[in-house]
Nanobody, 123 residues
Framework: QVQLVESGGGLVQPGGSLRLSCAAS????????MGWYQQAPGKPRELVAA???????NYIDSVKGRFTISRDNAKNTVSLQMNSLKPEDTAVYYC?????????????????WGQGTQVTVSS
């Protein structure tokens, strides 16, 4: 099995910063794309930032220039540095990863989610 464990959420004032981290563990062969999603109350979960195994990144327009996604392939971790936070960034943030595993002798890619971490931006 594979687990994604997130940390780093919390309450921050507008203009402040937070760093989210996510560590993957378990019977992992390799990890392909990793990403962070946000889900605000009453809204669907949406991709905020993603990073490939080679380090290629993409972001939604609303966070470009403020958020930075990074990963450590040796440690199977992904992080999201969030600067200049705004109240509209308030949401539960979920880590996700496309993980290659061998199950019953067959290597396949499975999609995993973390448990979510709350980020609240408020004065």
């Amino acid at each position: 099995q594979v687990q994604l464990v997130e940390s780093g959420g919390g309450l921050v004032q507008p203009g402040g910063s937070l760093r989210l981290s996510c560590a993957a563990s378990g019977d992992i062969v390799s990890i392909n794309d990793m990403g962070w999603y946000q889900q605000a109350p009453g809204k669907p979960r949406e991709l905020v930032a993603a990073i490939s195994s080679s380090g290629r990144t993409n972001y939604i327009d609303s966070v470009k220039g403020r958020f930075t996604i990074s990963r450590d392939n040796a440690k199977n971790t992904v992080s999201l540095q969030m600067n200049s936070l705004k109240p509209e960034d308030t949401a539960v943030y979920y880590c996700n990863a496309d993980v290659s595993r061998v199950v019953v002798g067959v290597q396949r890619t499975y999609h995993y989610w973390g448990q979510g971490t709350q980020v609240t931006v408020s004065s």
